[in-house]
Every structure is written in C-alpha cells, then in structure tokens.
C-alpha cells in the first residue's frame, strides 16, 4: 500500500505517482509508523507526567493535613 504525502489519498504498490497533485507516492508502512509510535510515546510520557504531578499533588495535601 502506498499514499500520496500531499493530500493522503491511497494508492495500490502499483502506483508510482498521484493522479490528483502528481507528487510521489510513499510506502505506508515506512512512513506512517514511525509516527504512530511517536503518538503512542508521547501520550504514554503525558500519561506519566499527569500521574507524577497527581501524586506531587497528593503527597501536598497529606503534608498539609498532617501539618494542621
Ligand atoms: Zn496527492
């Protein structure tokens, strides 16, 4: 499977060029995936940034209440 970079439409591996803006195509496998893990890791690096300041946030409260 390929697709055109320019306006994303797919092509079988047959195709070489796009019909619509004639830019040339890429092979979906080696171009989409390296950033579909790029997502995934910088959803998970969020993920444990929230988690972090969660527990920043908790431990905050639980020194104040033990404080009072
Ligand atoms: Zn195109």
Redesign the pocket.
């Given at each position: 499977m390929k697709y055109?970079?320019?306006?994303?439409?797919d092509y079988s591996d047959k195709a070489e060029f796009?019909?619509?803006?004639?830019?040339l195509l890429l092979a979906k496998t080696a171009e989409k995936e390296p950033a579909k893990t790029d997502f995934k890791r910088l959803f998970r690096l969020c993920l444990y940034t929230g988690a972090f300041i969660v527990f920043i946030m908790l431990l905050y409260y639980l020194i104040v209440l033990i404080i009072k």
């Open positions: 055109c970079p320019v306006c994303k439409t796009c019909k619509k803006c004639e830019a």
